[in-house]
């Protein structure tokens, strides 16, 4: 019989593979890894007779104690490289200063451009590194990042060097978007059309020549860009061979998520002001709906996502961070998830796929990542709970104790805790 590389026994697993039934439990259940990829998985009492009846089947034997195995936790949707921070404009919000007048005294995006543009790559990678340790350290094994605060050829491109250095140096898998129709920079204010032009006839073909995007993003709204203007650079990202995906309705409705479902995209995300339209458009497209919660709080926005309707229409909902400097500064998907309860009416099962796998899917990983399937890579998350709806509902309390990307363990911050504070005998010496 093939020897297993791991073993984890004992173990509540929530598969999330199927939308029929909330979180796919298996009760008192094992799973087997071989070569990074999930190989086997069922329960206890159906593991072949060899690797019940004996530890030779498996390398490493993990004994999970009936906690919770799950996928790995995907963000499919961040901006975890920029350069300087915005926390003064935060004082300044509350104080009653509006965005506009913020925007006017040099802040807002332009700040952010400025900063990023004055950071090295290295300092970038360092930034990112220290954003993405937050969220690993929650069960994140899988992160989309996205460019957008450089605004000329140089700068995106170092954006997206670095966060592909970012996935070469961290463990956790790191997809990349180009996100060059993020705004207007500040040297071509006023004229949209020459900035677009110059994103597809120069930025987009650096990025491609240098393999540095997995997708192609944009921002459509009115501060931004039209769906006709993102129209011509979608259709140029398709000409290489790139996906897209797209910032739509988060202010207003220009129809952009049908757009963007026209061309077959990824997912299109925010979407507080999406109609019944594009939802069907979307549906008929398998386009994902990615709800990004954070940017609503800190924004203090009063509409939320039509969340029945995508319901009602079959459209795949995720959830993610949209870690930012600016509209939403947070780096937990955990708490992500719970505000996409609380403030978007989501289920905790909901919430959960929509971190695993509908963000798989919205990266374009679904045959992959986010869910627990015989042949999909072996990105999991260990938690010291037996409750799948505790990761959503509690806060201020990280239930994750290790995680583990194409088998491989990474150690976590409550791991580390407990050893340090307890006897080294009380650590369950299974769990390698």
């Not at 509540?12 to 039934?21: C, D, I, Q």
């Not at 005294?105 to 004055?118: D, E, L, M, Y």
């Not at 220290?130 to 350290?137: E, K």
Request: hydrophobic share 45%; aromatic share 4%; proline share 5%.
């Amino acid at each position: 019989m093939k020897i297993w590389d791991h073993l984890f026994r004992n173990a509540r697993l929530a598969t999330m593979a199927s939308e029929e039934a909330p979180y796919g439990i298996l009760e008192a259940a094992s799973l087997a890894v071989h070569n990074g990829r999930i190989a086997w998985l069922g329960p206890d009492s159906q593991l072949p007779r060899e690797a019940a009846a004996k530890n030779s089947v498996a390398k490493n034997i993990v004994d999970c104690e009936g906690r919770l195995l799950t996928p790995g936790l995907i963000d499919c949707h961040s901006h975890l490289v920029f350069g300087g921070d915005r926390v003064r404009e935060f004082e300044m919000r509350l104080e009653g200063i509006s965005y506009a007048e913020i925007s006017r005294q040099g802040g807002g995006i332009v700040s952010t451009v400025k900063a990023t543009r004055q950071s090295s790559e290295d300092e970038l990678l360092e930034g990112a590194r220290r954003r993405l340790l937050c969220l690993s350290r929650e069960g994140v094994t899988s992160v989309e990042v996205k460019s957008g605060y450089g605004l000329d050829t140089a700068n995106e491109v170092k954006m997206l060097r670095a966060a592909r250095r970012l996935g070469e140096t961290m463990p956790q898998r790191v997809v990349t978007s180009f996100l060059g129709a993020h705004a207007v920079p500040p040297e071509m204010a006023g004229d949209s059309d020459a900035y677009l032009d110059l994103v597809i006839r120069e930025m987009l073909p650096a990025v491609a020549a240098e393999n540095l995007a997995d997708a192609v993003d944009a921002f459509c709204e009115h501060i931004a860009f039209s769906p006709q203007q993102i129209s011509a650079l979608f259709r140029a990202a398709i000409e290489l061979g790139l996906p897209i995906k797209l910032h739509a309705e988060q202010l207003s409705n220009l129809g952009g998520a049908a757009m963007a479902a026209g061309f077959g995209a990824l997912s299109a995300d925010h979407l507080e002001y999406l109609d019944e339209a594009g939802v069907r458009a979307m549906a008929a497209a398998g386009t994902v709906a990615v709800l990004l919660p954070g940017a609503y709080y800190f924004l203090r926005e009063t509409q939320g996502p039509p969340v029945d309707l995508l319901r009602r229409h079959g459209v795949p909902i995720a959830v993610a961070t949209d870690c930012n400097p600016g509209s939403s500064p947070m780096a937990s998907l955990l708490l992500a998830l719970n505000m996409s309860c609380i403030l978007f009416g989501l289920t905790p099962s909901e919430a959960l796929a929509g971190a695993t796998r509908n963000a798989a899917r919205a990266l374009g990983l679904g045959d992959e990542i986010g869910t627990l399937e015989v042949g999909k890579r072996a990105d999991l998350a260990l938690w010291d709970t037996d409750q799948p709806a505790a990761l959503v509902a509690t806060l201020g309390v990280n239930h994750c104790l290790r995680t583990y990307i194409d088998g491989q363990p990474v150690e976590s911050t409550l791991e580390a805790n407990a050893a340090s504070s307890k006897p080294e005998s009380t650590t369950p010496e299974s769990i390698t």
